[in-house]
């Protein structure tokens, strides 16, 4: 087969991938440039004082000048390795790279081909080939060069069978050994199953199969309704018991935890006795604390829920003051407007307010609440003008016209006291949220 023959199956192959990525939700993208003429070739070749390669060369004339292949899938899905797809090539990307060592950019040894968005590079090491060297991949940060294939038609193969993976180094790593990419490793079997089930499985084929649910929810994401209505129609025991089999099989401890979240979700009260179990694991071997917070949340009646979360806090509150990123950890998930009643008490609120702002607005205030709040101290304003500004959604707390003026009213007061640039901007932020939120209510009478 000609290697224009293989780059229009390659072609045709990109297209498909892309057309499923984005049915599928993700965002991916493919461009595929003019043919580069023979003029633009020449002086490509003038500016390097070479004759470039045929693969590169028909590359450049049957695939275009400049072809890319990008892509990237949403964070809510449980994505082996976390890889992304950049593939391409680029006519006035060609150079000799200025590495880090002189000598070796003076060699004229490596031709780069393409940049990543990292600064990695694609290269052909001109030295073990002359018409089809091989594509090696180099790190800006480490100045290392990793062997990606023995010739770029080879490269394009193994990469297209991959979906497109690249082109910075982490992404590669899973599926490299000494000879470059190994499309028959066992990663490369766990991403391409993986990515295979994430294109077309569909809820409809694994509904009544508690294996393919799971599946399903690993590839697809856990918040659809419909998905949690499937696992509603099976029995709650065999439903843990799956979610608990499929969790015991995980490597990955990113994976894990999030599999450990989705089956707090899916399972709710049913796995109740397990999360509790979680709890009375010693310290050093308790799993993620914001994986148990979320598990806490979703599966304990919310007062019990909360005594373990808040007995842990007021644990950590003996030995140093709570700071916010700690707390909102551990209560965000709860949704409480108890948790704004314990973050009165003991005035544990305190500077800096950061992870505090956020807590308040997502623990479901009430108007009562903020007025209280801007009537408080220092760090409580803070608090409350900044979850105004940036967090909360004022329509979700007032519930009338003399609410939103008085709130307003404490905000215009604290403006006259701001003296930092920064804090008047917060301060403005917050009263606009609320100027917005009386707009609205004029116009919807």
Not at 102 to 121: I, V, W
Not at 266 to 281: E, I
Request: aromatic share 10%.
């Amino acid at each position: 087969m000609t290697f224009y023959e293989r780059l229009k199956g390659w072609q045709e192959q990109w297209r498909q991938l892309v057309e499923a990525l984005q049915a599928r939700g993700a965002e991916a993208t493919i461009v595929m440039g003019p043919s580069a003429t023979s003029k633009q070739i020449a002086e490509a070749e003038s500016r390097l004082g070479m004759l470039l390669p045929t693969e590169l060369k028909e590359l450049l004339i049957y695939g275009g000048a400049e072809g890319y292949v990008v892509w990237s899938i949403m964070a809510d899905v449980l994505i082996p390795f976390g890889v992304s797809g950049d593939l391409g090539w680029s006519l006035q990307a060609l150079e000799f790279p200025d590495f880090w060592e002189e000598t070796m950019s003076e060699q004229k040894r490596f031709l780069g081909f393409y940049h990543a968005g990292n600064g990695d590079m694609l290269l052909l090491d001109l030295e073990s080939h002359a018409d089809q060297p091989a594509v090696v991949h180099w790190d800006h940060e480490t100045n290392e060069f990793q062997l990606l294939a023995g010739s770029l038609t080879d490269f394009l193969d193994r990469v297209t069978a991959l979906y497109g993976i690249g082109a910075e180094s982490w992404q590669y790593e899973p599926f490299l050994d000494h000879l470059g990419i190994n499309v028959n490793s066992a990663n490369a079997r766990r991403w391409t199953n993986w990515i295979n089930d994430f294109l077309h499985l569909t809820l409809e084929e694994a509904r009544d199969d508690l294996r393919l649910l799971i599946r399903y929810a690993e590839v697809r994401g856990a918040a659809q309704q419909e998905l949690r209505d499937a696992f509603a129609a099976h029995d709650p025991q065999a439903v843990f018991q799956a979610w608990m089999q499929r969790i015991d099989q995980e490597k990955d401890k990113n994976i894990r935890n999030s599999l450990m979240e989705y089956a707090g979700v899916m399972n709710g009260q049913y796995a109740a006795d397990w999360v509790r179990s979680l709890w009375t694991l010693p310290e050093q071997e308790r799993i993620n604390s914001a994986v148990l917070a979320n598990l806490t949340a979703s599966c304990l009646p919310e007062e019990e829920g909360l005594n373990r979360v808040w007995t842990e806090l007021e644990r950590a509150e003996q030995e140093k003051r709570l700071n916010g990123y700690m707390a909102n950890c551990w209560l965000k998930p709860f949704r409480s407007r108890r948790v704004i009643e314990w973050m009165c008490e003991r005035k544990r609120v305190s500077y800096p307010y950061d992870g505090w702002d956020q807590l308040f607005a997502i623990s479901n205030p009430s108007a009562e609440d903020v007025i209280r709040w801007l009537n408080g101290n220092g760090v409580q304003r803070q608090v409350v003008i900044t979850a105004l500004a940036r967090f909360a959604n004022p329509a979700d707390i007032f519930t009338d016209r003399e609410q939103v003026q008085q709130a307003r009213m404490l905000l215009n007061e604290e403006l006259e006291r701001a003296v930092i640039k920064k804090e008047k901007n917060m301060i403005g932020g917050a009263l606009l949220a609320l100027n917005e939120l009386q707009w609205n209510e004029s116009n919807t009478r």
